[in-house]
Nanobody
Framework: VQQVESGGGLVQPGGSLRLSCAASGLPFNRYHMAWFRQAPGREREFVASIDWIGASTAYAESEGRFTIARDNPKNTMYLQMNDLKPDDTAVYYC?????????????????WGQGTLVTVSS
């Protein structure tokens, strides 16, 4: 199983980024997916999740700035992030699990990517 995140980078406050997570080695259209992030010196925290078919989503507090989506035929999940703030600076990880639907717990997900760094700074 491999999950590869991309799309991170340096962006100014107020800017936007779209992260992608490309999965292989698993039946992607059966897996619930999520985004987590980890800032320096902090615990990994839940950002958003989407169920296997994309019919249900859940978000941590992001004031409506983030949108999670998936494209099952492409085995890819996305996170659109708008109006980024310095506090959004973190490594963003994608996670997958066959059972845990829209869970916000790190422990609920079996497969993880290596992460992509998002830095919000002027």
């Amino acid at each position: 199983v491999q999950q590869v995140e991309s799309g991170g980078g340096l962006v100014q406050p107020g800017g936007s980024l779209r992260l992608s997570c490309a999965a292989s080695g698993l039946p992607f259209n059966r897996y619930h997916m999520a985004w987590f992030r980890q800032a320096p010196g902090r615990e990994r925290e839940f950002v958003a999740s989407i169920d296997w078919i994309g019919a249900s989503t859940a978000y941590a507090e992001s004031e409506g700035r983030f949108t999670i989506a998936r494209d099952n035929p492409k085995n890819t999940m996305y996170l659109q992030m708008n109006d980024l703030k310095p506090d959004d600076t973190a490594v963003y990880y994608c996670a997958a699990d066959l059972v845990s639907r829209n869970s916000g717990s790190v422990l609920a997900y079996k497969y993880w990517g290596q992460g992509t760094l998002v830095t919000v700074s002027s």
